[in-house]
């Protein structure tokens, strides 16, 4: 999976400063190509790559919040949310892990708070290119990225400084206890401002870090390492950290260690504000169900193209055969009427056709009825349907349900053979008396 990381300077560029393509392999980092003075066509190089917008940030604040012990789950984050809205403008707040001190009857949260004109107006990126974004972070999120893969179990001091700006972050794990961000003009002033840094934390905040991390000038400016080192006991200069980025020289690595620690924090500490999540979130939706409807539209409209190939072909097969048929009929008509024995021949058919409008022809097919039912009388007509009449008493109830479900299978059976039955019989339960009377008619022949 590739990763296009760009890095913001905020409102004083609308460019990156630098670019980064990182590619992971089974869990391993490769940086693939850097642009260290940034591009005015940002989009042109994302591809299929995800991007990650990494923006400066002075006024990002990373604060403690104490809430009472008892509350869990959705009651704790409401509370957080009251407790860091206050009187602050609008603001992009994510919370980290919540701690609980031995004795104390509150729990410790952290806060990161991100005000929202950073992502609409001084970000650095234009409007398209926030849409295109998959994460949007900060530098000194970025930072703790680095810090929390290295040393996931100690608190850090990590100190960070290129040509126009310098970043301490104070974190531990995953959790942001302080970060600063501020101009640098002056590379002799760097080691005096991580001094008054590490002074200012321990003694506002209790502050007291395991170990101090240096990166950017802080690591590759030979003065101010060796100032830092001359006066700070606990110390070490970073490298590119190893089993996680491979063959990146020293020197690269301090140039693109920004983009490449939000690439390691991934969504977690995406400050999207809520707003244009969901507005990401639904343009995406909305694209894959597009997508799928283009699919599902394609698919319909071959299916619909074959069975309306197969209509017309057997629509015009249809065709060619009444054509035929039609033929047929005019040269038989031809012959017959050419043909000495015409006359004979239609009165052959003639004779037919009177023969099957016979009522008594019908009688083979009643006959199983009658035979089974018994008859009163019967009346046969030429003109009016056949009337089977006929009166029968039972001894009990069961019997003459029996008799009545044996009627309606012979009625059913006559269906069957295109005879019209109405059943006008009735069936007396009190009195345990059947009187049946049937009008049976062939269908058509009355036509």
């Given at each position: ?219 590759t400016d030979g003065h101010t390492s060796d100032q830092i080192r001359s006066r700070q006991a606990v110390q070490t200069v970073l490298a590119a950290p190893d089993g996680i980025l491979a063959e990146c020289p020293f020197d690269v690595f301090h140039k693109i260690i920004i983009p490449f620690g939000a690439v390691l924090n991934g969504r977690k500490l ?51 055969a009444a054509s035929a048929l039609r033929a047929d009929r005019e040269l038989t008509s031809e012959i017959l009427s050419a043909s000495p024995s015409s006359g004979y021949l239609l009165s052959y058919l003639n004779l037919l056709n009177e023969r099957d409008k016979n009522p008594v022809r019908l009688l083979a097919d009643v006959e199983p009825l009658i ?77």
């Amino acid at each position: 999976m590739k990763f296009l990381s760009a890095e913001f300077e905020g409102n004083r560029t609308n460019t990156p400063t630098r670019c980064a393509v990182f590619e992971r392999k089974k869990g391993i980092f490769s940086l693939e190509s850097r642009l260290d003075s940034g591009t005015d066509d940002l989009l042109s190089l994302k591809g299929s790559a995800s991007l990650v917008a990494v923006c400066g940030c002075p006024d990002f604040s990373a604060e403690t919040v104490h809430a009472p012990a008892s509350l869990k789950g959705s009651s704790l984050r409401l509370f957080l949310r009251s407790k860091t809205a206050g009187n602050r403008e609008k603001s992009t707040v994510r919370f980290g892990a919540c701690s609980q001190p031995e004795g104390s009857g509150e729990k410790e949260c952290q806060a990161y708070i991100m005000p929202d004109r950073v992502y609409e107006k001084e970000s650095g990126l234009d409007t398209e290119e926030r849409e295109a974004a998959d994460i949007f972070t900060l530098s000194p999120l970025a930072l703790c990225g680095i810090t929390s893969a290295l040393y996931p179990d100690r608190l850090v001091l990590h100190a960070y400084a290129d040509e126009s700006k310098l970043i301490i972050t104070i974190s531990k794990g995953d959790e942001v206890f302080y970060a600063r961000t501020a101009p640098a003009t002056d590379r002799a002033m760097l080691a005096g401002e991580l001094e008054l840094t590490l002074t200012h934390t321990a003694k506002s905040r209790n502050l007291r870090p395991d170990l101090i991390l240096l990166s950017g000038l802080y690591a590759t400016d030979g003065h101010t390492s060796d100032q830092i080192r001359s006066r700070q006991a606990v110390q070490t200069v970073l490298a590119a950290p190893d089993g996680i980025l491979a063959e990146c020289p020293f020197d690269v690595f301090h140039k693109i260690i920004i983009p490449f620690g939000a690439v390691l924090n991934g969504r977690k500490l995406d400050f999207t504000p809520e707003k244009y999540r969901k507005k990401k979130f639904f343009s995406k939706t909305m694209f894959a169900l597009n997508s799928a409807l283009l699919v599902i539209l394609v698919v319909l409209t071959a299916v619909n193209l074959h069975f309306f190939s197969s209509y017309k072909s057997k629509t015009e097969e249809l065709a060619k055969a009444a054509s035929a048929l039609r033929a047929d009929r005019e040269l038989t008509s031809e012959i017959l009427s050419a043909s000495p024995s015409s006359g004979y021949l239609l009165s052959y058919l003639n004779l037919l056709n009177e023969r099957d409008k016979n009522p008594v022809r019908l009688l083979a097919d009643v006959e199983p009825l009658i035979m089974h039912i018994g008859f009163d009388r019967v009346i046969v007509s030429r003109t009016e349907p056949t009337v089977i009449a006929a009166s029968k008493e039972f001894g009990t109830l069961n019997s003459l349900t029996e008799f009545e479900e044996e009627i309606k299978a012979e009625i059913t059976r006559l269906e069957s053979k295109k005879y019209t039955v109405q059943n006008d019989s009735r069936f007396g339960y009190d009195n345990l008396v059947a009187n049946i009377k049937l009008n049976i008619s062939r269908r058509g022949a009355a036509e």
